[in-house]
């Protein structure tokens, strides 16, 4: 399975904006990117998902780089309610798990300081 | 609230003692996952349901573990003669994955703490 790669923790301060890692050097080409977070006592909660192109929703921005070996999670503004862990995971074809479930890591362990 | 609930929120039990959790998805989704995650380390993926049938289930940690979707809805999870390695958080999540369509986020509950004495 291809992995992912992301450092233990990383601070920021809030409302500045935050750039969350993620290398993933063995991608194959069906697999999409996703990310996901967990706040404390809580499950993980979906945040945003790519192939190729980058990518943007209410919550966050993706981008991807051009030969899909490393991505980025943007936050564009944090927030104490965004201090939590962020997950990279690579699933192929975009599908919410299926046989081999999503495999999650360790992630990052985001510190927002106020 | 309409999403996916985990009952109960905490179990404490003895070393042998049987559990089971509940776990009620999002009403309209087909699949339903299980997870495990210890401290420190992110979710693990135990098994996973299309509406009934267990599609997978290779990689429940032993065979005191075991999962059922007897109508398609609720799951439960039951784990036999628990042991103290087996406390743990234990996530469900649900999702509706439609042919043809290119992803299909999950939507987790809150999980089950199951504390082993």
């Known amino acids: 399975d291809a992995k992912t790669t992301q450092p233990n923790s990383m601070e920021s301060n809030e409302e500045e904006p935050v750039h969350l890692p993620c290398n993933h050097s063995t991608i194959s080409g069906t697999d999409y990117i996703h990310w996901y977070r967990q706040l404390p006592s809580q499950g993980p909660e979906y945040v945003i998902h790519g192939l190729t192109s980058n990518v943007n929703n209410r919550m966050a921005s993706l981008a991807i780089a051009e030969d899909r070996k490393s991505s980025t999670l943007i936050l564009h503004r944090a927030t104490l309610r965004d201090a939590a862990v962020y997950y990279c995971i690579l699933n192929r074809l975009g599908s919410g798990g299926g046989a081999d479930g999503l495999t999650f890591g360790k992630g990052t362990h985001l510190i927002i300081q106020p | 609230d309409t999403g996916v609930s985990q009952d109960p929120r905490h179990k404490i039990t003895k070393r042998g003692q049987n559990v089971t959790f509940r776990c009620d998805p999002i009403s309209e989704h087909n699949r339903l996952y299980w997870y495990r995650q210890t401290l420190g380390q992110g979710p693990e993926f135990l098994t996973y349901?299309?509406?009934?049938?267990?599609?997978?289930k290779s990689r429940l940690l032993s065979d005191r573990f075991s999962a059922e979707r007897p109508k398609g809805s609720f799951s439960t999870l039951e784990i036999q003669r628990t042991e103290q390695g087996d406390s743990a958080m234990y996530l469900c999540?649900?999702?509706?994955?439609?042919?043809?369509?290119?992803?299909?986020?999950?939507?987790f509950g809150s999980g089950t703490q199951l504390s082993v004495l």
């Open positions: 999540a649900s999702s509706l994955e439609l042919v043809g369509a290119d992803r299909a986020e999950l939507f």
């Open positions: 349901f299309q509406n009934e049938a267990q599609l997978e």
